[in-house]
């Protein structure tokens, strides 16, 4: 089976506004979900670097990686059948009902 | 507490009672005038929980992990912000000492009760108002946060955060410490934390949207932190009778709604639904509220409570005890609210014309004329004798008084009965 990628990104100061019941209930949920399913990886804490050459010239500046203050908060590898049934997944995840966004990106196996 | 039914992994309400423990704890580390900073900590613990653990898992001791990740968000902020001045690389010296100690060793746990009892006790400081001090326990040693305190008092957001604002502003201004008070300063405070509690527990148990899940949390935190205090080495008698009181009330929470959400009176309610186990609390502190002399207003009510409680239905209720406490209430508080439940104890032990009698000279009192409960009680009585018309014209002012949903629903499926019914019955 194909193996499929979800990337997490959020913006941190959507959770700032959590109170501590709403932060354990979002863990809650999030586990559950991985129970279902999934392979998980975490990143690092900070928001990474972001790697370009530049008239010649590499440059690794920090992250964020683009305009927005969104991070990218961890990853989850997934099999899915194709495509629709990786996004169907995703779908479910409650990440979307805190206001992130999720990446979803086909790896290919070597 | 059990475990959540989602996962299985974490306590109910862990991480809520977890924040109101570490705050306390590191605003006695950081002094009260560093609240704030006690507070950013603790969210910045929480927010790395929770940007790990749905990646990594949920540790073994998650009390334990935010503990620790809390101190070395505590180290961080105290070199980062400079608050301290000098005194900075021995808070940090404090800082990473207390680390290594873990929840659930003994004296930890003992050193942690006795950090959130004098949170209470100082947000119960007479400087603040009785509005903000439950604000303030309820944000502080509660761990609630802003928008569920104002969910609870169907306020708004951002009054409740001016409050808090407000509030430790005060802390700062007026120089408020830890410190228990000493002698007779020690009683008065005492009495004000047990009125605030009181209180919270009150605004939790008024009848609102049945389902609204928060406002039985208050119920619970009041009953909380009511034990809290009842553990200490400064409980006294009427800190038991308060906490009687809250847990024989609060084991009736579930029987007070029915399917529908609509209320369900004391005496219609199916007793078998009454908490067991909050009862067995209720009648343990009460049974240690009779050591000494002291009879306060908490005893008497704990024992209407515990009256009703014994009672294994509501024809066994015995009234004439009730009506016995109800006096001897009326005589340590004169007021019309009490005199009206006195009233509805007299039509139970002497009948309606009586209890309507023991009502009328209470028409006068200004605090009870848009009291719908007053009005409702009027109209249940004035039912009870036939006299219809007239309950009806008392259960329609009752209708216009300022009431929750379930209850408006509940006075006008009387009205209708009333309306209805023959007159000749």
Wanted: proline share 4%; charged share 25%; hydrophobic share 40%.
């Amino acid at each position: 089976m194909p193996r499929y990628m979800l990337l997490l990104h959020s913006d941190p100061a959507n959770w700032r506004n959590l109170s501590p019941e709403e932060m354990q209930k979002a863990i809650e949920k999030y586990t559950a979900w991985v129970k279902k399913s999934v392979d998980s990886q975490r990143l690092t804490e900070d928001a990474g670097k972001v790697i370009r050459r530049q008239g010649g010239q590499t440059r690794a500046t920090d992250g964020p990686y683009s305009e927005t203050k969104e991070i990218l908060g961890g990853y989850y590898t997934i099999e899915a059948a194709n495509y629709d049934e990786a996004v169907k997944l995703a779908l479910s995840h409650p990440h979307l009902d805190y206001g992130g966004t999720i990446e979803v990106r086909q790896v290919w196996a070597m | 507490m059990s475990a959540s039914p989602e996962t299985g992994l974490l306590l109910e309400h862990l991480f809520r009672h977890q924040a109101g423990r570490m705050v306390a704890h590191f605003t006695r580390l950081f002094g009260p005038s560093n609240l704030d900073l006690a507070e950013e900590t603790v969210q910045e613990a929480m927010l790395r929980a929770l940007q790990t653990w749905p990646y990594q898992g949920v540790p073994e001791n998650a009390a334990a992990w935010l503990f620790r990740v809390g101190h070395n968000a505590a180290i961080d902020a105290v070199r980062r912000k400079q608050l301290l001045g000098e005194k900075t690389e021995a808070m940090v010296a404090e800082l990473s000492r207390s680390a290594i100690v873990l929840p659930g060793d003994p004296d930890v746990e003992e050193q942690l009760r006795d950090d959130e009892l004098r949170m209470i006790f100082m947000c119960c400081h007479p400087e603040i108002s009785r509005d903000a001090s439950v604000a303030l326990s309820l944000k502080t040693v509660g761990g609630f946060g802003v928008r569920e305190i104002a969910r609870a008092f169907l306020a708004d957001d951002t009054a409740i955060a001016q409050r808090l604002v407000r509030a430790k502003r005060l802390i700062r201004t007026q120089r408020l410490t830890l410190e228990m008070p000493q002698g007779p300063e020690l009683k008065r405070r005492l009495d004000s934390v047990l009125d605030v509690i009181y209180f919270m527990f009150n605004e939790g148990y008024a009848a609102h949207e049945g389902a609204d899940l928060i406002r039985q949390d208050l119920c619970l935190e009041a009953l909380r932190l009511g034990h809290l205090v009842a553990a200490s080495s400064i409980a006294e008698p009427r800190v038991h009778a308060l906490v009687a009181l809250m847990a024989l009330q609060a084991a009736r929470l579930a029987a007070r709604v029915d399917q529908a959400g609509d209320l369900v009176l004391l005496e219609s309610q199916d007793r078998s639904r009454w908490d067991p186990q909050l009862t067995a609390v209720g009648f343990h502190h009460f049974n240690q509220s009779m050591s000494g002399d002291e009879v306060s207003e908490f005893h008497v009510q704990a024992a209407i409570a515990a009256t009703h409680a014994r009672a294994a239905n509501s024809q066994d209720t015995d009234w004439s005890v009730i009506l016995n406490l109800y006096d001897q209430l009326l005589s340590l508080n004169p007021s019309p609210v009490v005199a009206l439940n006195r009233a509805v104890a007299v039509s139970k032990v002497y009948g309606a014309a009586q209890g309507l009698a023991a009502i009328e000279p209470l028409e006068s009192e200004s605090k009870l004329r848009d009291y719908y409960l007053f009005l409702a009680v009027r109209g249940h009585l004035l039912m009870e004798l036939g006299r219809l018309p007239e309950a009806a014209v008392a259960l329609r002012a009752a209708i216009e008084c300022p009431c929750s949903e379930p209850e408006r629903r509940f006075l006008k499926r009387k009205l209708d009965s009333c309306q209805t019914e023959p007159q000749d019955q």
